[in-house]
């Protein structure tokens, strides 16, 4: 036994080829909220399905609650809650019906008075005789959440719960699932590949690229680490490594794509110079980078997160920045 909600070690998954979780060592202290953080196909999913015992583990072992997930499967699973990234409720069932369901197909008994607190606490207790495909993304989300407390599992695991969703209803989600953690004693993982995410809602994010942690801290403790920002800039024609390099504060220059990432002690320092030294027509394409998880990512990778982000030229955002540094 250990006090830890989840304590895997080595953690492997191969499919054929791939090595899609590569020896992965993942302690998470019961109570938390722990966000793993990384691109489309990093290996956040595999690592959830293996944890749940979803999944064949190739490799390593894992603990949840206590229990190890591959000789004692099911006393695991009694322990764990799923929120999966696809929906899972029955459109033509009411929402207590999809909770009498869930209770079926566990097995639970006694559960209607948990199903009412926790249809009041989401908030969906005026809604609980209406039919589920007439509900929001939001109100959705919410019983979903609800159907993984049922049984009152002691973990719950969410694979990207917020994608797709607006911002607004992300902010109530975040909140939400802040609450769940506080309300009902649960630990909780998270997959995310919005930084603000992890940022405003994780106590604790491992950062996931390639299958293996590149990182792992409190999300201050891994911002503090990058003492830079970044500069991506793309110009037509584009401009040799050796000019960007006599530009202030520039620490370094890896190419990316058509364009370059600058690594800056700081960012309106370098894009004032960038006005004065470059042609501003040649200016194609440029984003700043914060100091954040992202740039934290970049700074280990070279590549970003959310690779939809920067993607869009703003001129008006370069030349606000621009004017800010100016002054
Ligand atoms: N059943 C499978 N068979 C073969 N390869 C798989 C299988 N499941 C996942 N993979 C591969 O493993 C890698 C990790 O996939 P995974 O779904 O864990 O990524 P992810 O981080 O959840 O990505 P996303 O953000 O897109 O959901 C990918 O390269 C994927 O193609
Ligand atoms: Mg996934």
Redesign the pocket.
């Known amino acids: 036994m250990t006090l830890a909600a989840i304590d895997a070690t080595g953690l492997t ?1 191969v ?2 080829r ?1 090595t ?2 590569d020896h992965v060592d993942l302690k998470v202290s019961a109570g938390g909220v722990f966000g ?1 953080l ?12 293996l944890l749940t015992g979803l ?1 064949d583990i190739t490799e390593g072992s894992a603990y949840v609650a206590g229990f190890d997930v591959r000789r004692q499967p099911m006393h695991a699973k009694q322990r764990i809650g799923w929120v999966a ?1 696809e929906v899972i409720l029955d459109d033509d069932l009411s929402a207590w019906e999809n909770l009498w369901l869930q209770a079926q197909l566990q097995r639970i008994s006694g559960w209607t008075d948990r199903a009412r607190s926790l249809l009041r606490y989401f908030d969906l207790d005026d809604r609980r005789s209406d039919r589920v495909g007439g509900f929001s993304t939001g109100m959705r989300k919410k019983l979903e959440i609800a159907l993984a407390l049922l049984h009152q599992p002691e973990v719950i695991f969410m ?2 719960p917020t994608i797709g969703l607006d911002a607004n209803t992300r902010r109530m989600l975040w909140e939400m699932i802040r609450g769940v953690n506080r309300e009902f004693q649960v630990t909780v993982l998270l ?1 995310s ?1 919005y930084i603000e995410e992890a940022d405003a809602l994780c106590d604790h994010v491992a950062i ?1 690229d390639h ?1 293996r942690f590149v990182a792992q801290g409190t999300p201050d403790e891994l911002k503090a680490r990058v003492r830079a920002e970044f500069i991506e800039l793309e110009t037509r024609p584009p401009l040799a490594e050796a000019e960007l390099l006599a530009l202030p504060g520039v620490q370094s220059a890896r190419s990316q794509g058509s364009g370059w990432l600058l690594r800056v002690a700081s960012a309106d320092e370098t894009l004032a110079a960038i006005l004065t030294r470059v042609d501003p027509r040649t200016i194609h394409r440029v984003n700043v980078e914060r100091p954040s998880l992202e740039s934290v990512f970049i700074d280990l990778t070279g590549s970003r997160i959310d690779s939809t982000a920067g993607e869009v030229p703003d001129y008006r955002k370069f030349y606000a920045n621009l004017r800010r540094a100016q002054r």
């Open positions: 998954k499919y054929g791939l899609a979780v793993l990384g691109p489309n196909g990093a290996g956040k999913t595999t690592i959830i399905k999944s990234a694979d990207e997959t590949h996931i299958g």
